[in-house]
């Protein structure tokens, strides 16, 4: 299978976000431009010939609109000396509001650039503080509207829910000003705490409290009901769409298929392997300054693992997943393997099966955990079934 | 009429708690007989099993031969016997004393005699040992060898000064020890020409030769193709192979008066060969058993189930295969509607059930539900009828019993003169009935109180030692029964009783007990997708209520490229965790609450 996605990671941030916990640092001129060399270094360990032709190109960070105009085209131009950039489907950018400047946008507009994902995580000034973001509403407003005026009109906006003691309706405010910019695409996650972040030491010292499992909930209840009011499809757990907008790049996730992954602390999956790259930075260009690929762990994923991804991944999407192209793919229907469950999970109503066809109902969605851990499959099962396990 | 070699035959133990360098000091001893060669010299070769090693007690005996040439130019024999560390094997200790002329009393010389040891020691003046104390560690910068040295002299009567001052750690005092087992210990009596009495003071099952017992000769002698039989339970056996461990086993032709090693005639449980039994020869019996025979019977019941049903079967083999080697483990088979077929097993004591089940899931790999360790209650019908109930689930209505009696315990706790206080507030807060407190010296003291069993099942020891800052030693033995107002306590999950959670408790601390287990169960089982009510019920009477409230979501809402990995283990972590529970009705039950009455944590005031 010809890889199709292409993620690059920016790990530079002017301000670290007290949630974040992905590979970052604070911006750093020389720092940067070191680690574009870098990166051009990376990429041409795997694409060795001419440029490739692939569907989707996703650069994320950290923040990559930390970079300024001239790093910014130095990176675009070494991601089309790679691949071939006029024939991407879907070509996105993360952008901070308020962190970029027309310069910018020029450069997004002229390297093909045709979807831009805003971090905006909350419509309040306060709160944009508390966790230490760097923008405010006003500079949202101004963003959408310079991404706009140079036709970057694909735009998708990110929220965070379940903040520090945010009450359903101050999540439903924050919800009704995202749609009131009729943008084509939302996605919006309750916060995670996670280790090694500043929430989470405040958490650990009792300083900051987490809305009750029922308010959080009841602001995914919103959040579905707003966003399909507004005729967005729910087309993922957390992310909506006008029809036809999905992120295609995301999709290759949950359909689960390979990517090259770039930069930092990237995650790809290539040749049945998954690997993550090694961070921080300066560990990453030193392996790099060897001649090596920046490679810090890999695994295969035995087929084991492919079927249990193929089922918990696929699940994730609303369309479901389809027996017909599970066989297509793996040679063997998934109600051989998960009748059992399927059954159980039918009863419960979490999931339902129209034709050959599984997908996750609206309640499934909020047990999605629940869900996904039916389909991971026991040793023993496996074994009956596939006494020699391929690992193809 | 003894002959040479028996003279030269010194039988002993080594008396001392834990930590206190028993084993270090049996180590030593191997040593200096040369019983192993350097490389077999691993540390403390006489604990073998895995669990001994970590708990640093010792379960099952040993007995080693050694060979020493004192300083008289003479060459004795030593036989060498190990004996359990633990209150539950009090028993056995006792046989294994019997065994023996004397015993090395190690005291640590900074801690002093802690109770287990000084029960011990009564044990051993019982048997009418000769004593050897043996003061330990004295090169530690807390060691007060003349407070030790006076207490020895206060508490078991031997003269301070016979003691020998010793680091078994670097080898200091060894050879005093060495000399003083021969001159101090007596030699084996008996005569080799009486009819054959030998003592069976532990035996263990091999899969291969069967029981191996393990004995010592009292009088007579036992030789390969004897015809044997065992005076308490009257079987009849023909022996196979006679040894010794030095501490290899050695094959012997046999064994005579004053040897102690081991024999296997084809037998097939250790039921046949109890603790205690005396063995003798079918064809020339002696009149009457060594004395001191004593059947074991267990003090404390709980229920095992496995946690997935299809294991139950693996389960029973395990018990079966454990009950070869551990006569006093009884079981049978146990339905419960809360958690379907299993065992309600019966023990010595907290520890040994402890390491079964230890045991069961590390060997046999089964993963258990264990239900509130209970006692033996004696129930006096209204018919005058006297039932005994080892499942509080089996207890029954209240209108149909006359009297509910309990086990109590004569405990003692030595602690010193500080914690007296925190003591007896503890001993009063498990129903104790102070009964005497003698001084050990000017700093130490032994309380005595008469506890309920029920009680020391519970936390007993745990909050004795948070409380005195683990100082305090502690031994009990069963007392009798007496009357107590008990009631059952039912716990109701999702309006349905729950026989496994069910236990007995004194009608004064029901109401407390039931809130606060209740407050427990709701901590412990994880939200449902519906709302769990958890009651708790003597009789009709709900006596508290609360509830687990709902789950209301569960799901990963980020999940890109980057962390499918890392998702994954998540998810595997969460249906790992939900296949350690146990589905009673519609709830997921994890498997501590079914040991929640035990932890009670009544810090009331």
């Keep these: 299978m010809s890889v199709q996605a292409v993620y690059i990671h920016i790990p530079f941030c002017h301000e670290i976000c007290h949630y974040c916990d992905f590979a970052k640092m604070y911006y750093h001129e020389g720092i940067a431009d070191s680690y574009l060399n870098s990166l051009n270094e990376e990429i041409s360990m795997y694409i060795k010939d001419e440029p490739v032709s692939v569907r989707t190109i996703y650069i994320g960070g950290g923040t990559p609109t930390s970079l300024n105009e001239n790093q910014l085209e130095k990176l675009f131009q070494t991601i089309s000396n790679y691949f071939n950039i006029e024939k991407v489907e879907e070509f996105t950018i993360e952008a901070n509001p308020g962190e970029f400047h027309e310069g910018h946008v020029k450069l997004m507009a002229q390297y093909g650039i045709n979807r831009v994902s805003l971090g905006v995580q909350v419509l309040d000034n306060d709160y944009l503080k508390e966790m230490n973001r760097i923008h405010t509403v006003d500079d949202v407003e101004r963003s959408v509207q310079l991404l706009q005026q140079y036709g970057l009109t694909n735009i998708s906006m990110d929220f965070i829910y379940a903040l520090p003691s945010q009450t359903l309706e101050h999540f439903e405010t924050t919800l009704k000003k995202a749609l009131s910019f009729d943008l084509p695409h939302y996605s919006s996650y309750a916060l995670q705490i996670e280790p090694k972040t500043v929430f989470y030491m405040r958490y650990q010292k009792g300083k900051l409290s987490k809305p009750k499992e029922e308010v959080e909930a009841q602001m995914f209840h919103s959040l579905v009901n707003l966003m399909e009011e507004q005729g967005l499809q729910h087309y993922e757990v957390s992310n909506f769409s006008k029809p036809g907008y999905e992120s295609k790049h995301n999709l290759t996730y949950w359909d689960n298929v390979p990517y090259y992954a770039f930069g930092a602390g990237a995650h790809g999956y290539l040749n049945g392997e998954r690997y993550v790259n090694l961070r921080p930075v300066n560990h990453y260009e030193d392996r790099i300054k060897q001649g090596l690929k920046p490679v810090l762990h890999s695994e295969i994923v035995t087929l084991k693992e492919q079927v249990e991804e193929e089922m918990f991944l696929g699940l994730r999407r609303k369309s479901g997943v389809s027996d017909h192209h599970f066989k297509e793919r793996y040679r063997f229907s998934f109600f051989d393997l998960y009748q059992e469950e399927i059954d159980y999970l039918v009863n419960k109503e979490w999931i339902v099966q129209r034709g050959d066809t599984i997908s996750m109902t609206h309640d499934g969605m909020l047990f999605g955990n629940d869900v996904f851990a039916s389909f991971l499959i026991n040793d023993d099962v496996w074994n009956k079934k596939f006494p020699i396990d391929s690992h193809s | 009429m003894t002959n040479k070699r028996q003279e030269n035959i010194r039988n002993f133990s080594i008396i001392a708690h834990i930590d206190h360098g028993k084993s270090t000091l049996a180590d030593r001893i191997l040593e200096k007989t040369k019983a192993l060669t350097d490389r077999e010299m691993k540390d403390q070769y006489l604990d073998a099993m895995d669990l001994e090693r970590e708990r640093g007690i010792t379960i099952k005996l040993n007995s080693v031969q050694l060979e020493y040439e004192a300083s008289d130019g003479e060459d004795y024999i030593f036989h060498l016997i190990d004996t359990p560390g633990h209150v539950d094997f009090t028993y056995e200790v006792s046989r294994s004393l019997a065994a023996c002329e004397g015993a090395i009393l ?161 037998i097939k449980n250790v039921k046949h060969t109890r603790v205690g039994d005396t063995i003798t020869l079918a064809k020339n019996p002696a009149d009457e058993p060594l ?223 039931g809130k606060q287990i209740a407050e427990k169960l709701k901590n412990l089982i994880p939200r449902q997708q519906f709302e769990v009510p958890v009651q708790a019920a003597i009789g009709n009477k709900i006596i508290a209520r609360t509830t687990i409230k709902a789950m209301r979501k569960n799901v990963l809402s980020k999940c890109y490229g980057g962390d499918i990995t890392r998702k994954r283990k998540l998810l595997e972590k969460q249906k790992e965790g939900k296949q350690r529970m146990k589905m009673v009705g519609k709830v997921e039950v994890p498997q501590e609450a079914f040991m929640s009455v035990l932890e009670m944590d009544d810090d009331q005031n």
Excluded: W
Excluded at chain 2, 212 to 232: F, R, V
């Design chain 2, 106 to 266: 190690v005291v640590d010389a900074a801690q002093g005699i802690e109770a287990q040891t000084l029960a011990n020691v009564y044990l051993a003046l019982d048997n009418d040992l000769e004593i050897i104390p043996v003061i330990n560690k004295i090169d530690l910068p807390s060691a007060d060898v003349d407070r030790v040295k006076q207490e020895i002299e206060d508490v078991i009567g031997i003269d301070g000064d016979e003691a020998i001052l010793a680091s078994a750690k670097d080898g200091k005092g060894i050879d005093e020890i060495m000399e003083r087992i021969v001159t101090d210990i007596p030699a084996p009596e008996g005569n080799q020409e009486d009819p054959t009495k030998a003592l069976i003071f532990d035996s263990l099952y091999d899969s291969y030769r069967g029981v191996i017992a393990y004995t010592c000769i009292k009088e007579g002698s036992l030789k390969i193709g004897d015809k044997i039989k065992m005076m308490q339970t009257d079987k009849e056996f023909e022996i196979n192979e006679l040894g010794v461990f030095t501490p290899n086993p050695v094959k012997k032709k046999e064994l005579s008066v004053g040897d102690v090693g081991f024999l296997t005639a084809s």
């Design chain 2, 291 to 513: 004395p001191g025979y004593r059947r074991l019977n267990p003090m404390v019941y709980c229920g095992l189930f496995p946690v997935s049903a299809d294991d139950y079967n693996d389960l029973r083999d395990a018990l079966e295969r454990l009950e070869l080697n551990d006569s006093s483990l009884q079981y049978e088979a146990e339905t419960s509607q809360a958690l379907g077929f299993g065992f309600r097993c019966g023990f010595l004591g907290l520890l040994h059930m402890e390491i079964i089940q230890e045991r069961i899931e590390r060997e046999f790999n089964i993963q258990l539900i264990t239900t509130a360790p209970s006692v033996i209650y004696e129930v006096e019908m209204s018919d005058d009828e006297v039932i005994e109930i080892e499942n509080p689930s089996l207890m029954p209505e209240t209108q149909q019993i006359k009297e509910v009696r309990e086990p109590f315990v004569t405990a003692s706790v030595m602690v010193p003169n500080e914690y007296v206080g925190p003591v007896m507030e503890i001993c009063q807060k498990k129903r104790g009935e102070y009964s005497d407190m003698q001084y050990m010296d000017e700093n130490r003291v032994n309380i005595v109180y008469d506890i309920p069993l029920s009680e020391i099942v519970y936390d007993f020891f745990d909050r004795l030692k948070s409380q005195t800052k683990g100082y305090a030693s502690f031994d009990y033995e069963l007392s009798g029964y007496k009357p107590s107002d008990l009631v059952k306590m039912d716990i109701l999950l999702n309006g349905e009783t729950i026989d496994a959670l069910s236990f007995i408790v004194h009608r004064d601390f029901a109401y407390h007990r």
